[in-house]
């Protein structure tokens, strides 16, 4: 009988659709980043315009060509040049530099409602879903009461009763954001409480307020940063609406909303007065929205193992 010679699988061809190739030898970093950036790019894109934002916020005094309130009657309503690249406003000014610094007041205000809402949601949440009872159910039927009505109709409720200012639109702002940090943090614990880790806890004797900021906290980091980015574009939305409605910030402040609210006399006379600061809230919340997106992708575990 003639022996039979073993088979030796042929290599399989990298060009074939399906096979993927091995990352090229010495470049194992860059194309690990690569693929993470392509793959999350809804994150590194939001990321990169909030941060862009955020540094010309911090440098609106030095990259502005003119101060914001500098007036010049011989030069107002001015379409876009190259001395004035966003035109000027009624009085002369620069909206160049006016958007400039009406990009930190806003982050400033948003952030710091956005800031309370959080600490505030986060505690009530957590302890309700924990200690359960009274204080969760008469918790939960005031967030339900929150609900009920329109955020900014609950903000002008609160900065009627506080009075028209930022500060009043700030608290008032993480007043009407205060149930939906609430709801989530209540809704996570109530899931976490009941898992083995926080068992072992109580059976190691760790006391009570160990157990929320320690162990039941850091759990929750993931869907609170989700919220933080989503809750940032509404906060950015409520706080330019309060101020063009006036109660919020007021002229001359150079802030976005109250920048819309005097160019809507001049809508078809000059129409640039209006688009740059209405461009610049549309860039912000989008960029949020997508840095939303990309941390609910990140962050989630079952998108993961699809």
């Known amino acids: 009988m003639r022996a039979v010679e ?20 010495g470049r194992p970093r860059f194309w690990r980043v690569s693929r993470w950036v392509v793959k999350r790019w809804t994150l590194v894109v939001g990321l990169t315009v909030v941060i862009l934002l955020c540094l010309m916020a911090l440098a609106a005094g030095t990259i502005s060509p003119f101060s914001p309130d ?22 002369g000014r620069d909206v160049l530099s006016r958007v400039f610094f009406g990009t930190r007041l806003t982050l ?8 309370l809402a959080v600490l505030a949601g986060a505690a009530i949440g957590l302890t309700a879903g924990y200690f359960g009872g009274i204080y969760d159910a008469v918790s939960g039927r005031v967030t339900d009461i929150f609900f009920a ?4 109709l609950l903000a002008i409720a609160f900065v009627s009763m506080l009075g028209p200012g930022e500060p009043s639109v700030v608290v008032a702002i993480a007043l009407a954001s205060l149930p939906n940090f609430v709801r989530v943090s209540r809704s996570a614990v109530l899931r976490e409480r009941e898992l083995e880790y926080v068992a072992a806890a109580h059976a190691a004797g760790a006391s009570t307020p ?19 980015s989503l809750g940032f574009a509404y906060a950015v939305l409520y706080e330019a ?3 063009f409605l ?8 150079p802030e976005w909303g109250v920048m819309l609210s005097s160019a809507r006399d001049f809508l078809f006379q000059s129409p640039w007065y209006a688009f740059f600061p209405g461009v610049s809230i549309f860039v912000l919340v989008f960029a949020l929205n997508l840095v939303g997106d990309g941390l609910r992708d990140l962050l989630d575990p079952y998108r993961h193992n699809r």
């Open 210 to 228: 160990y157990i929320i900021i320690r162990t039941l906290l850091p759990n929750l980091i993931g869907p609170l940063m989700v919220l933080v």
């Open 6 to 25: 073993p088979r030796v699988a042929a290599a399989p061809d990298p060009r074939r659709r399906g096979v993927l190739m091995a990352p090229p030898p």
């Open 246 to 253: 006036g109660l919020g910030a007021q002229p001359p402040t």
């Open 108 to 115: 400033l205000a948003s952030g710091l409602a956005v800031l």
């Open 241 to 243: 609406a309060l101020s």
């Open 149 to 152: 009505f329109p955020v900014v």
């Open 70 to 91: 500098m007036q010049n009657m011989s030069g107002t309503l001015q379409p876009p040049s190259r001395l004035h690249p966003f035109g000027t406003d009624e009085f």
